[in-house]
Structures are given as structure tokens and as C-alpha cells.
């Protein structure tokens, strides 16, 4: 068995908390406790929680990206993958974004890295190194905005099935994307 972490102490401490209570109740002090370390040893690995959830949400992310180096695997997979991962998550993600607010919100964490990993899904896809501006601005406007609504939908609020769901995020994929992201 792989031997856990500090970092992965952590990040599955705070996993536990977040099914208890609202993620801004809880505290480094709290997290270090119930970790069985100190804060001192939280803050060599982390400057402050919103660091943890954000490593939280890249290692989530890591894993979804293994998948996507296999050649068949398409962004409709890399798609239903993450509302897995989501679905998976629920609790969690809803206790984060309903009690983490301004620069340092969930939501903001969680949409750089959907951001970073689809820009690396499409670099890897296309074989290139660098997109344009153009594209680069298309994918954001896109990532982020998908990020609301995969959110609205893991929590059953978009009343369409998941077959629904990834052909809508497709047919309103901008056309600039395309040929980067589709089969």
C-alpha cells in the first residue's frame, strides 16, 4: 500500500470536514488537529486552505488527465469524466462554493484548473505548443462559463439527462474550438 502524503492528509482531513460543516468555518487550527499534525507542518506545504483546495482540485484534475493521454480517449470522454469527477465530489464542491467567496473562491480555483487541463487537452490533441490569442481567449470564455454549468448541473439544476447535457456543451462549443477539441 502507497504510503499517504502530508499533503494527502490534508486534502482528504479537509474532504472529511467539508461533509460537516461549511469550508469557511474551518480553520488551519482545526484542519491541523484533525489531521493529527500542526499548523506549522499545514503551512510548510500550504500558504492558507484556499492553497489546499486548489491542490485538491489539480490532483482531481491529474487524475482525469492519465485518461486523456490514451489516443482514443475524445473530449466528450474528458467531458463525462468531469461530471464524474463532480458527481463524485458533490458534497464537497457544493459546501466550497457556497461558502468561499472573493479572489480566493472555489469557484475561481476550480475554473483556472478546468482551464489549464483542457488548454493541455488541446495542446496534446492538435500536437501543438501554443495557441493563438484568439483561441486562448475563445477557451477561456468557454471553460469558465462551462464550469457554472457543469456546477448547475451536478446539482440538478440544468433538468436534462447527461446525454443532454455533453451534446448542449457541445453544439454551444465556440467554432473557433472546434477543431481543436471535436473528433
Not at 482531481?60 to 461530471?83: E, T, V
Not at 466550497?96 to 484548473?113: D, K, L, M, P, Q
Amino acid at each position: 500500500m502507497k504510503k499517504r502524503t502530508t499533503k494527502e492528509i490534508f486534502a482528504e482531513t479537509l474532504l472529511e470536514l467539508a461533509n460537516r460543516m461549511p469550508v469557511s468555518k474551518i480553520t488551519v487550527t482545526l484542519l491541523a488537529k484533525e489531521s493529527g499534525m500542526s499548523a506549522k507542518t499545514f503551512y510548510n506545504h500550504f500558504p492558507n486552505i484556499y492553497a489546499l483546495m486548489a491542490y485538491i482540485e489539480e490532483e482531481q484534475a491529474n487524475q482525469i488527465q492519465q485518461k486523456r493521454l490514451s489516443d482514443n480517449y475524445n473530449y466528450m470522454d474528458y467531458l463525462r469524466d468531469g461530471l464524474k469527477l463532480y458527481e463524485s465530489l458533490k458534497v464537497f464542491l457544493r459546501n466550497a462554493f457556497e461558502n468561499v467567496y472573493g479572489t480566493e473562491s472555489f469557484e475561481r480555483i476550480h475554473a483556472e484548473t478546468a482551464y489549464k487541463t483542457t488548454l493541455a487537452f488541446l495542446l496534446r490533441r492538435s500536437g501543438l505548443s501554443e495557441v493563438s490569442k484568439e483561441v486562448d481567449f475563445s477557451l477561456r470564455i468557454y471553460v469558465f462559463g462551462l464550469v457554472k454549468v457543469h456546477f448547475d448541473y451536478v446539482f440538478g439544476r440544468c433538468g436534462m439527462t447527461e446525454e443532454e447535457f455533453l451534446e448542449n456543451c457541445e453544439a454551444n462549443m465556440p467554432l473557433i474550438l472546434r477543431p481543436y477539441l471535436l473528433d
